[in-house]
Protein backbone atom coordinates (compact mmCIF):
# COMPACT_ATOMS: atom_id res chain seq x y z
CA UNK A 1 0.00 0.00 0.00
CA UNK A 2 1.59 3.46 -0.81
CA UNK A 3 0.97 6.56 0.72
CA UNK A 4 -0.01 9.67 -0.29
CA UNK A 5 2.45 12.20 -1.48
CA UNK A 6 5.60 9.65 -1.71
CA UNK A 7 6.60 8.44 -5.09
CA UNK A 8 7.50 4.40 -5.42
CA UNK A 9 10.84 5.33 -6.49
CA UNK A 10 11.83 7.12 -3.64
CA UNK A 11 11.12 4.80 -1.33
CA UNK A 12 12.89 1.90 -0.03
CA UNK A 13 10.43 -1.17 0.46
CA UNK A 14 9.28 -0.80 4.01
CA UNK A 15 8.87 -3.65 6.00
CA UNK A 16 5.22 -5.61 5.91
CA UNK A 17 4.17 -4.52 8.85
CA UNK A 18 5.10 -1.07 8.44
CA UNK A 19 1.39 0.31 7.25
CA UNK A 20 -0.06 -1.92 9.92
CA UNK A 21 1.50 0.58 12.71
CA UNK A 22 -1.31 2.23 14.96
CA UNK A 23 -0.36 5.00 17.59
CA UNK A 24 0.41 2.50 19.97
CA UNK A 25 3.03 0.70 18.04
CA UNK A 26 4.77 4.21 16.56
CA UNK A 27 4.63 5.38 19.96
CA UNK A 28 7.09 1.84 20.17
CA UNK A 29 8.70 2.32 17.57
CA UNK A 30 10.21 5.75 18.67
CA UNK A 31 10.52 4.14 22.11
CA UNK A 32 13.27 1.39 20.56
CA UNK A 33 15.17 4.59 19.11
CA UNK A 34 15.17 6.19 22.68
CA UNK A 35 16.49 2.46 23.85
CA UNK A 36 19.06 2.54 21.14
CA UNK A 37 20.02 6.00 21.65
CA UNK A 38 20.13 5.34 25.39
CA UNK A 39 22.15 2.20 25.30
CA UNK A 40 25.19 3.65 22.70
CA UNK A 41 25.81 6.64 25.00
CA UNK A 42 27.02 4.38 28.01
CA UNK A 43 28.32 1.88 25.60
CA UNK A 44 30.41 4.49 23.91
CA UNK A 45 31.72 5.87 27.27
CA UNK A 46 32.74 2.08 28.24
CA UNK A 47 34.44 1.16 24.97
CA UNK A 48 36.36 4.23 25.39
CA UNK A 49 37.33 3.39 28.84
CA UNK A 50 38.33 0.03 28.55
CA UNK A 51 40.65 1.51 25.86
CA UNK A 52 42.65 2.99 28.11
CA UNK A 53 42.79 0.68 31.18
CA UNK A 54 44.55 -1.29 27.75
CA UNK A 55 46.62 0.78 27.15
CA UNK A 56 49.66 0.77 28.85
CA UNK A 57 50.73 3.88 29.14
CA UNK A 58 47.75 5.12 31.23
CA UNK A 59 48.60 6.73 34.63
CA UNK A 60 46.94 5.32 37.65
CA UNK A 61 44.48 8.47 38.39
CA UNK A 62 42.94 8.38 34.98
CA UNK A 63 43.19 4.66 35.31
CA UNK A 64 40.55 4.90 38.32
CA UNK A 65 38.75 7.78 36.77
CA UNK A 66 37.79 4.76 33.69
CA UNK A 67 36.92 2.51 36.28
CA UNK A 68 34.61 5.01 38.09
CA UNK A 69 33.04 5.63 34.91
CA UNK A 70 32.58 2.68 33.64
CA UNK A 71 30.90 0.83 36.37
CA UNK A 72 28.23 4.29 36.58
CA UNK A 73 27.41 3.37 33.15
CA UNK A 74 27.42 -0.03 33.55
CA UNK A 75 24.75 0.62 36.32
CA UNK A 76 22.58 2.75 34.53
CA UNK A 77 22.56 0.03 31.75
CA UNK A 78 21.45 -2.85 34.36
CA UNK A 79 18.81 0.22 35.38
CA UNK A 80 18.05 0.28 32.51
CA UNK A 81 17.49 -3.27 31.35
CA UNK A 82 15.61 -3.83 35.01
CA UNK A 83 12.84 -1.22 34.27
CA UNK A 84 12.62 -2.92 30.81
CA UNK A 85 11.83 -6.43 32.37
CA UNK A 86 10.07 -4.68 34.96
CA UNK A 87 7.71 -3.32 32.21
CA UNK A 88 7.05 -6.60 30.41
CA UNK A 89 6.83 -8.69 33.53
CA UNK A 90 3.64 -6.07 34.75
CA UNK A 91 2.42 -6.79 30.82
CA UNK A 92 2.86 -10.57 31.52
CA UNK A 93 1.51 -10.52 35.14
CA UNK A 94 5.21 -11.81 35.99
CA UNK A 95 5.62 -9.43 38.78
CA UNK A 96 5.00 -11.14 42.23
CA UNK A 97 5.20 -8.87 45.58
CA UNK A 98 7.19 -9.64 48.42
CA UNK A 99 4.95 -7.72 50.92
CA UNK A 100 6.11 -7.35 54.81
CA UNK A 101 4.97 -4.90 57.32
CA UNK A 102 7.06 -1.38 56.36
CA UNK A 103 7.15 1.78 58.33
CA UNK A 104 6.87 4.19 55.24
CA UNK A 105 8.61 6.69 56.61
CA UNK A 106 12.01 3.95 56.56
CA UNK A 107 11.25 3.43 52.66
CA UNK A 108 10.82 7.39 52.12
CA UNK A 109 14.24 8.09 53.88
CA UNK A 110 16.01 5.24 51.91
CA UNK A 111 14.97 6.83 49.01
CA UNK A 112 16.03 10.35 49.66
CA UNK A 113 19.35 8.70 50.51
CA UNK A 114 19.57 7.39 47.17
CA UNK A 115 18.93 10.76 45.42
CA UNK A 116 21.14 12.59 47.91
CA UNK A 117 23.80 13.18 45.35
CA UNK A 118 21.73 14.20 42.38
CA UNK A 119 20.27 16.40 45.19
CA UNK A 120 23.07 18.28 46.16
CA UNK A 121 24.98 18.52 42.43
CA UNK A 122 21.57 20.22 41.35
CA UNK A 123 21.94 22.06 44.25
CA UNK A 124 18.42 21.72 45.34
CA UNK A 125 16.23 22.78 48.36
CA UNK A 126 15.17 19.51 49.77
CA UNK A 127 12.35 19.79 52.70
CA UNK A 128 11.34 16.88 54.23
CA UNK A 129 8.81 16.39 56.34
CA UNK A 130 7.49 12.96 57.80
CA UNK A 131 5.35 12.00 61.01
CA UNK A 132 6.89 11.26 64.59
CA UNK A 133 4.77 7.78 64.56
CA UNK A 134 5.65 5.32 61.84
CA UNK A 135 3.53 5.10 59.20
CA UNK A 136 2.65 1.05 58.82
CA UNK A 137 1.88 -0.36 55.42
CA UNK A 138 1.92 -3.87 54.34
CA UNK A 139 4.44 -3.49 50.84
CA UNK A 140 7.50 -4.66 48.96
CA UNK A 141 10.16 -2.84 50.55
CA UNK A 142 12.12 -2.76 47.09
CA UNK A 143 9.02 -2.09 44.58
CA UNK A 144 7.71 0.69 47.19
CA UNK A 145 11.27 2.44 47.63
CA UNK A 146 11.56 2.62 43.51
CA UNK A 147 8.32 4.28 43.28
CA UNK A 148 9.93 7.22 45.89
CA UNK A 149 13.37 7.27 43.38
CA UNK A 150 11.57 7.26 40.32
CA UNK A 151 9.09 10.41 41.79
CA UNK A 152 12.07 11.96 43.75
CA UNK A 153 14.41 11.10 40.51
CA UNK A 154 12.13 13.21 38.25
CA UNK A 155 11.35 15.97 40.69
CA UNK A 156 15.09 16.63 41.03
CA UNK A 157 15.56 16.04 36.72
CA UNK A 158 12.63 18.48 36.00
CA UNK A 159 13.34 20.77 38.28
CA UNK A 160 16.28 23.64 37.24
CA UNK A 161 19.85 23.91 40.02
CA UNK A 162 18.50 26.16 42.98
CA UNK A 163 14.59 25.03 42.57
CA UNK A 164 12.73 23.45 45.61
CA UNK A 165 11.92 20.12 46.14
CA UNK A 166 9.38 18.53 49.17
CA UNK A 167 9.06 15.06 50.18
CA UNK A 168 5.64 15.37 53.09
CA UNK A 169 4.19 11.75 54.25
CA UNK A 170 1.26 12.07 56.77
CA UNK A 171 -1.98 9.39 57.24
CA UNK A 172 -5.36 10.62 56.27
CA UNK A 173 -7.91 8.51 57.34
CA UNK A 174 -6.86 4.54 56.43
CA UNK A 175 -4.33 5.80 54.19
CA UNK A 176 -1.02 6.80 53.96
CA UNK A 177 -0.09 10.03 51.87
CA UNK A 178 3.44 10.65 50.55
CA UNK A 179 3.30 13.98 48.63
CA UNK A 180 6.52 14.84 46.19
CA UNK A 181 6.45 18.78 45.36
CA UNK A 182 9.00 20.48 42.99
CA UNK A 183 9.09 24.14 41.87
CA UNK A 184 10.41 22.78 38.60
CA UNK A 185 9.23 22.78 34.91
CA UNK A 186 5.96 21.72 35.74
CA UNK A 187 3.25 19.98 33.70
CA UNK A 188 0.72 21.05 30.66
CA UNK A 189 -2.75 20.72 31.86
CA UNK A 190 -3.22 18.73 28.40
CA UNK A 191 -0.52 16.26 29.26
CA UNK A 192 -1.36 15.69 32.59
CA UNK A 193 -3.85 12.92 31.84
CA UNK A 194 -1.65 10.80 29.78
CA UNK A 195 1.43 11.39 31.98
CA UNK A 196 1.48 7.61 33.62
CA UNK A 197 1.26 6.03 30.37
CA UNK A 198 3.95 4.24 29.14
CA UNK A 199 6.11 5.82 26.76
CA UNK A 200 5.13 9.10 27.76
CA UNK A 201 7.43 11.78 27.66
CA UNK A 202 5.60 15.23 28.57
CA UNK A 203 7.33 17.42 26.48
CA UNK A 204 10.28 16.92 23.69
CA UNK A 205 11.47 19.89 23.27
CA UNK A 206 12.95 19.36 26.79
CA UNK A 207 16.20 18.04 26.31
CA UNK A 208 15.69 16.30 30.07
CA UNK A 209 12.25 14.61 28.92
CA UNK A 210 14.12 13.79 25.58
CA UNK A 211 16.72 11.75 27.78
CA UNK A 212 14.52 9.57 29.54
CA UNK A 213 12.45 6.35 28.27
CA UNK A 214 8.93 7.22 29.55
CA UNK A 215 8.69 4.42 31.56
CA UNK A 216 9.13 5.52 35.30
CA UNK A 217 5.45 6.64 35.76
CA UNK A 218 4.19 4.01 33.89
CA UNK A 219 6.08 1.85 36.45
CA UNK A 220 4.82 3.51 39.60
CA UNK A 221 1.61 3.82 38.63
CA UNK A 222 1.38 -0.17 38.06
CA UNK A 223 3.59 -0.74 41.50
CA UNK A 224 1.31 1.61 43.34
CA UNK A 225 -1.75 0.00 42.16
CA UNK A 226 -0.27 -3.61 42.98
CA UNK A 227 -0.40 -2.67 46.50
CA UNK A 228 -3.72 -1.33 46.71
CA UNK A 229 -3.09 2.38 46.66
CA UNK A 230 -3.45 5.29 44.01
CA UNK A 231 -0.67 7.65 42.79
CA UNK A 232 -2.30 11.31 40.98
CA UNK A 233 -0.06 14.33 39.36
CA UNK A 234 -1.25 17.75 39.32
CA UNK A 235 0.28 21.18 38.10
CA UNK A 236 -0.50 24.33 37.87
CA UNK A 237 1.05 24.59 34.47
CA UNK A 238 4.17 24.89 32.62
CA UNK A 239 7.32 26.60 34.94
CA UNK A 240 5.07 26.06 37.85
CA UNK A 241 6.03 22.80 39.37
CA UNK A 242 3.98 19.40 40.04
CA UNK A 243 3.34 17.49 42.45
CA UNK A 244 2.91 14.10 42.64
CA UNK A 245 0.88 12.20 45.45
CA UNK A 246 1.00 8.38 46.32
CA UNK A 247 -1.43 7.20 48.53
CA UNK A 248 -1.19 3.70 50.24
CA UNK A 249 -3.87 1.83 52.50
CA UNK A 250 -2.22 1.92 56.41
CA UNK A 251 -1.89 -1.34 57.88
CA UNK A 252 -2.49 -0.69 61.74
P1 LIG B 1 11.29 9.79 31.71
O1 LIG B 1 12.26 8.66 31.73
O2 LIG B 1 11.08 10.37 30.35
O3 LIG B 1 11.57 10.81 32.77
P2 LIG B 1 8.85 9.16 33.16
O4 LIG B 1 7.81 8.12 32.89
O5 LIG B 1 9.50 9.12 34.50
O6 LIG B 1 9.90 9.04 32.01
O7 LIG B 1 8.17 10.56 32.95
C1 LIG B 1 7.38 10.78 31.78
C2 LIG B 1 7.40 12.26 31.41
O8 LIG B 1 6.68 13.01 32.40
C3 LIG B 1 8.81 12.86 31.40
O9 LIG B 1 9.42 12.70 30.13
C4 LIG B 1 8.54 14.32 31.72
O10 LIG B 1 8.24 15.02 30.52
C5 LIG B 1 7.27 14.29 32.58
N1 LIG B 1 7.55 14.44 34.03
C6 LIG B 1 7.69 13.45 34.95
N2 LIG B 1 7.92 13.95 36.18
C7 LIG B 1 7.90 15.29 36.05
C8 LIG B 1 8.07 16.40 36.96
N3 LIG B 1 8.28 16.21 38.27
N4 LIG B 1 7.96 17.66 36.46
C9 LIG B 1 7.73 17.86 35.14
N5 LIG B 1 7.57 16.87 34.22
C10 LIG B 1 7.65 15.61 34.67
Known sequence: MLRTGITPDKLCPPPLWVDELGTTDRRKDEFLATVCHELRGPLAAI??????????NAETAARQRAQVLMERQIRQMTQLVEDLEDV???????????????????????????????????????????????LWVHADPLRLEQVFVN?????????????????????RDAMAVVRIRDSGIGIAPETLPHIFDLFN??????????????I???LVRNFVALHGGSV??????????????VQLPRED
Open 47 to 56: QNAFRLLSSE
Open 88 to 134: SRIRYGGLHLRRERLDLRVVVGNAVETLESDIKRRDHQLTTELPDAP
Open 151 to 171: LLSNASKYTDTGGELTVRAHR
Open 201 to 214: QADTRDPRSRSGLG
Open 216 to 218: GLA
Open 232 to 245: SATSEGIGKGSEFV
